[in-house]
């Protein structure tokens, strides 16, 4: 108790001075929620940067690119590091901010923005070249950005927060590192659509003639020009991906899998707004949710959780101690090593690593937080049979629901708003002429699904579903096509896109 009330009042300290200072391991884990201990990776494993280079490096072998080419890919572009005052408690704190634009292949570049304290140069950096190739390997035609600001904002009140991501956004406008043709941001870790809304707002004050502008930023409360289907987007992709990639002959005979979701047993690890989701969607779907992980315990029911009831009991009591339905395990980062079909680590980055990636007894695990696994454990788990259905690809959704979003916004037009009545009489017309060959109405019921014209969130949820299953198809014939795993694969597929479209856009002041 003692080292852990140091910790936190050294982290205080800290930010109170407007400074980053390395604590020891016990603080900096208190203050991002993780384990006191790393149980995952050994000190000489890759951090997150480099292990996406190792996976990028891997990929490259089996692409069509050039090493000239490879080389532009790999780096970044673009990245603007800031520096502001802002006053708390009668003492100027100095914030750090940045914003990466990892590719200009596509505009405008595109990724979150995360208000965390552990946030880096070298975080986002990494981030952002993820981006570039997960909005590459769904064809969604955006660049790869990222941004953070390097506060905890539970330290900070909202009207504080506010005054932050205004301040930011406005450096983000002067930089020109902000427009719907240019960049657009979106929330990550620790940011929603209320600091979406303060950005969309200050970028529409210093824009005001840009008739676009409700597009400089993506994830937005509906009432500003959201999306319906946003918020649940990243968790249902990641339930379709894993549908898919179960429904493949050669997954199922890897595994030992029956190929179907009902009864598949899952563990979600994270029960932030992606693993909330997954669960919902597995759950609905008829899989088993057995467990659940979160930093400071973890509930498990071999006979499937009730998701809805485990979210509120956490919502009320800020726990899943207490919880009678389910046993509560103190060592959460034991239930990661439970056997199970489907392992989704929808977390932190670095979360099986060497020493504990050979314990990890999931048949699939489906990677829904960026690189939860590092290139060590990653060739460990491949030889074990395990596969793993990379981020990359899997946690796409977000992106892609981001995309319809400002689409949506461009158009100036809600999605179905000039379709849906048209379909549903045309298909109330279909369906007279059927009642009369058949001699029997339809009830008042049947007739209203059998007519009905779709919603937003159902062409969001459709438009989502067809790109991850076109994706997931894609990497398995590259897969298949070279003997290489799935990450390789769309690794592969995403470096060979971007390649072609900076071969066709062709290269100005590069060569003589």
Known sequence: MASSLLATRQLSQALSRGSRVLLPMSARMLSTGQSAVNRATEDHEPK??????????????????????????????????????????GKTVMIRGYRSQHSR?????????????????????????LMTYK???????????????????????????????????????QKNFIGPGVDVPAPDVGTGPREMGWIADTYRNFNPQDVNGAACVTGKALSL???????????????????????????????????????TTVIIQGFGNVGYWAAKFFESNGARVVGIIEHDAAAYNASGLNIEHLSQWRKENG??????????????????EAECDVLIPAALERQIG????????????????NGPVTPGADAVLRKNGIVIVPDLLLNAGGVCVSYFEWAKNLSHLRFGRMNKRWDERSKEQLLNLVEGNAGRPLSE??????????????????????????????????????????????MANSINKIAASLAGSGSIFTHA
């Open 48 to 89: 997150f940067l480099q292990a996406v280079g190792m996976f990028f490096d891997e990929a490259a072998k089996h692409s069509n690119a050039s090493a000239e080419t490879l080389k532009h890919i790999k780096s970044t572009d673009s990245v603007l590091s800031v520096t502001f005052p802002m006053e708390k408690d």
């Open 105 to 129: 292949h596509r505009l405008p570049c595109k990724g979150g923005i995360r208000f965390a304290s552990e946030v880096d140069l070298q975080e986002v950096e990494a981030l952002s070249a």
């Open 135 to 173: 909005c590459a390997v769904v064809d969604v035609p955006f660049g790869g950005g990222k941004g953070g600001i390097m506060i905890n904002p539970k330290d900070w009140t909202e009207a504080e927060l506010e005054r932050i991501t205004r301040r930011f956004t406005m450096e983000l406008c």
């Open 225 to 263: 020009g959201g999306v319906r289907g946003r918020t649940e987007a990243t968790g249902l992709g990641v339930y379709y991906g894993i549908r898919e990639f179960l429904s493949f002959p050669e997954v199922q005979k890897r595994i030992g899998h029956h190929g179907r979701i009902q009864d």
């Open 319 to 336: 726990s899943f101690r207490g919880f009678l339905d389910a046993k509560i395990i103190d060592s959460p980062m034991d239930l990661l």
């Open 354 to 369: 060497l020493r504990n990636a050979h314990k990890i007894r999931a048949k699939l695990i489906g990677e829904a937080a």
């Open 445 to 490: 019921v049947e007739r209203r699904q059998m007519i009905h014209g779709a919603e937003e969130h159902e062409l969001v949820y459709s438009g989502l579903e067809d790109t991850m299953i076109v994706a997931c198809n894609e990497t398995r014939q590259t897969s298949n096509a070279k003997n290489i795993d799935y990450r390789t694969a769309a």
